[in-house]
């Protein structure tokens, strides 16, 4: 009995891509503040939320699988400075030439504040392709980040974003003088900081001087109606809590990030998305409906 030829056909990709079968599956929408409040204690920032936040998730099957909070802008910023000159403050500046110069950001510029993946989901792509999708439907024309975690993952790069040099805290070199002078423990090392402090024999001394300290150099503390309330605000805090606000004023140098949405303004941009058309077009190229 002969056997018949059979042909043996064999394909190689000279680009294989990995995909995750579900992410067809995975939509970005509008969301809520109840999905944040959800997913908020994966992030690390889960105690707060910024000025006008806008919430938006990433679905599967109806569920919330991620989050991403919009914000208003920071109304001075040094690295966005670098980036708009124009925007910089100078010598010549007024009350007139200050406040067009809030309007302006207030009605172009958004912050990416919070973002959270749920665990189940990281590695797959999801983050940059839902914040590169929210960018676009956000419609402001720029949308801005400072992350610390853009040091080590390249989802803001993967998403379009471009970032300046990482830059030292503004408090920096005030913030090495202080700790070096009242404390033996490392700067950046806040247990030890906090330990250190709590078993001072100097403590209510040392804990008064953290607060003067933190109060003086917070732009948090000193910046438009938050001085109102400052003065009981950093009396009632926490040695936990000074101690981390002069590291974050002093320590933090997080990547300042931005996005110039190439779609902007375009009203036939619809109000969900499918994960995949991130991949329908470059990250920083008009979208493709």
């Not at 665990?119 to 992350?147: C, P, W």
């Not at 040392?206 to 150099?217: H, R």
Request: with cysteine; net charge positive; aromatic share 10%.
């Amino acid at each position: 009995m002969m056997l018949p030829d059979i042909e043996t056909l064999i394909e190689r990709n000279a680009s294989p891509r990995a995909s995750f079968a579900l992410t067809d599956e995975m939509f970005v929408e509008r969301g809520t503040k109840a999905d944040w409040e959800l997913l908020h204690d994966l992030h690390y920032k889960a105690e707060g939320l910024p000025i006008g936040p806008q919430f938006w998730k990433l679905t599967l099957h109806g569920q919330t699988i991620g989050v991403l909070v919009m914000g208003m802008p920071k109304g001075m910023l040094k690295e966005r400075h670098l980036v708009f000159r124009n925007l910089a403050p100078g010598s010549g500046d007024t009350k007139l030439t200050n406040t067009n110069r809030y309007k302006y950001l207030n009605a172009n510029f958004r912050v990416v504040s919070r973002f959270v993946v749920d665990t189940m989901f990281r590695g797959i792509g999801a983050g940059y392709r839902m914040m590169n999708l929210v960018a676009r439907l956000d419609g402001h024309k720029n949308i801005e980040i400072q992350s610390s975690m853009s040091k080590f993952n390249a989802f803001g790069q993967k998403a379009g974003f471009k970032f300046v040099k990482p830059m030292n805290a503004n408090k920096f070199d005030a913030g090495m003088k202080f700790f070096r002078g009242n404390f033996e423990s490392t700067p950046q090392d806040f247990e030890a900081i906090v330990n250190e402090l709590e078993a001072s024999p100097r403590f209510e001394q040392l804990l008064a001087a953290c607060k003067e300290f933190y109060q003086k150099n917070s732009a948090q503390e000193n910046t438009g109606s938050a001085r109102d309330g400052a003065d009981a605000r950093v009396a009632a805090m926490s040695p936990r809590d000074v101690i981390k606000g002069i590291q974050q004023m002093s320590l933090a140098s997080p990547m300042y990030g931005i996005y110039q949405n190439p779609d902007a303004g375009r009203t036939d941009m619809p109000e969900r998305l499918p994960l995949t058309a991130f991949d329908r077009q470059k990250p920083g190229e008009r979208f493709i409906l």
